[in-house]
């Protein structure tokens, strides 16, 4: 079992910045490759970002490269989700999700996460 806490979440103005977390306990932590999603409302839960086992490779969704960063803390047991240039659009709750996956790939749909954490709201004022 991996339980996943998400926190960082909250109320931000459009151009604004938030960092999510997500702190990790459970199972060997580093043999996940580990993923943000998120879901507003009256819509399916969608990929935002993930991270492979090791750090090594990185896949955002089109619609935020360039303003999304993951990154991850094998020692502490975490991942964040830097979040800059917020829009509106990006209101939603975020979940962090956990992929056991010990190889350079990232997956990118909801079936391929064993572990899902509660959700964080995120909501982007125009």
């Known amino acids: 079992q991996v339980q996943l806490e998400e926190s960082g979440g909250g109320l931000v103005q459009a151009g604004g910045s938030l960092r999510l977390s997500c702190a990790a306990s459970?199972?060997?932590?580093?043999?996940?490759?580990m993923g943000w999603f998120r879901q507003a409302p009256g819509k399916e839960r969608e990929f935002v970002a993930a991270i492979s086992w090791n750090g090594g490779n990185t896949d955002y969704a089109d619609s935020v490269k360039g303003r999304f960063t993951i990154s991850r803390d094998t020692a502490k047991n975490t991942v964040d989700l830097q979040m800059n240039s917020l829009k509106p659009e990006d209101t939603a709750v975020y979940y962090c999700a956990a992929d056991y996956n010990p190889s350079d790939r990232v997956g990118v749909l909801l079936y391929e996460y064993d572990y899902w954490g509660q959700g964080t709201q995120v909501t982007v004022s125009s």
């Open positions: 459970g199972r060997t932590f580093s043999s996940y490759a």
